[in-house]
């Protein structure tokens, strides 16, 4: 053994203590790997498909048609006056494909990748964080349909456009952080595996996703109202489709709530982050 060999230090890897899983300099250092866990993530999701990539056009298309038939048709609930209900819908599966994507992708993140996070050393907040990268793309192709769709139909959006990314942003916050929460938790408890996707599909009854907040009876809008997504699909479909503006307070809940969810579920993933390797 020669003497530098002797002499080089030991890098030890210790548990942070503090409430964040990484510090922002560890995470940009790894922005290259970053990157490529998304990309991973968008090339197994369509490989040995027969459509490929063509499923990100189809999804959104599909899933807002058959929204439109069972609560525009059937139901027989009212868009907007001036918009087209399919583009009502569209839009609203654009915000909702952003927190569904997100959360069932964020949640089950650390389980499919087991072996990688016991053998490899590597911020563990980079695996959750990429599946938002590739649900961004998915979203940006939804924005795309449905701009489309908004030229042909005559419906131009107003000012409040500029308001879309925040929106965007506070819906990836809520996702997220339950998405972090869930993963986390999945690591020891894979009963949450069963339950997220139930969570998830029962939510989407439960929000003004293909109608909007004024079509809920009176009588259960408060419970609506209790549901940050509400707020958050109200606000987005107005940036997007100049519908109402939804009311101050409803915007400020679904806001905080957002960004709490986001803190809390980052303190149960570094909570719980210490045990990842040995429990997974």
Known sequence: MTESARTKPLLTI??????????????????????????????????????????VVLQPLLAAGILSFVFGGVANLPAPPGIPYFVFALAGMTAWNAFSNTVTRAGGVMVSNASMVQ????????????????????????????????????VAPGPAVLLLPVW????????????LGAGATMV??????????????????????????????????????????TGLLEGFRWSLLDTTRPG?????????????????????????ERQFADVI
């Open 188 to 229: 020891r408890y894979r009963d949450v595996s069963y339950v997220l996707p139930v969570a998830v599909q029962f939510l989407l009854y439960a929000s003004p996703v293909a109608y909007s907040l004024a079509a809920v009876p009176s009588s259960a809008k408060v419970w609506f109202e209790l549901n940050p997504l």
């Open 168 to 179: 965007l942003l506070l819906v990836l916050a809520l996702a997220v952080g339950i998405g």
């Open 14 to 55: 210790r548990p942070r203590k503090g409430w964040l899983p990484s510090n922002p300099r560890e995470l940009w250092e790894f922005r290259e790997l970053l990157r490529r866990f998304a990309a991973r993530d968008i090339t197994l999701r369509y490989r040995q498909t027969a459509l490929g990539v063509t499923w």
């Open 248 to 272: 101050a307070g409803l915007v400020v809940y679904a806001a905080v709530s957002s960004i709490l969810v986001l803190v809390v579920g980052l303190g149960l993933f570094t909570r719980m």
């Open 119 to 154: 053998k490899v050393f590597f911020p563990r907040l980079l695996l959750p964080l990429s599946t938002v990268l590739s649900t961004l793309l998915d979203v940006g192709v939804s924005l795309v349909l449905t701009g489309i769709l908004m030229a042909v139909t005559g």
